[in-house]
């Protein structure tokens, strides 16, 4: 893939409309070139930021599909991302762990109970 077919495809690679065979081809080819990184740039710095801002929408599928494919072009692109994107989701399922009811112990069985509070009644010398 050269420069030229790239730019030609990019709107297809950012639609999700490219076989797989040819984003993958697409985004070796960005990866080592510098033009074409600096082409795919404005994409990437759709920002950190907005990326990470958004990124619980974007998890939700509660985000619109065009940003939601800038967004997915932009995680592939950024490897920054894609560390904070992994640490997210690490995040959410620790966090999904953690609230689930903590396990109790046991109810005391109620001969035990009843046997207590049999010993406490009695009268201070049967102790
Ligand atoms: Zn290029
Ligand atoms: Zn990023």
Redesign the pocket.
Known sequence: MNCQTLRQKLAEYVGEMLPAADRDALSAHILGCTECTALVKPL?DLA?RE?IDSLADYLDGTMSGADSRSLAL?LEL?T??EDYLDAYQQTIRLAKTSSEPPCLDPPLPDALVRTVLAWRNRPPEAR
């Open positions: 990437r950190c990326v932009h950024c920054e991302c």
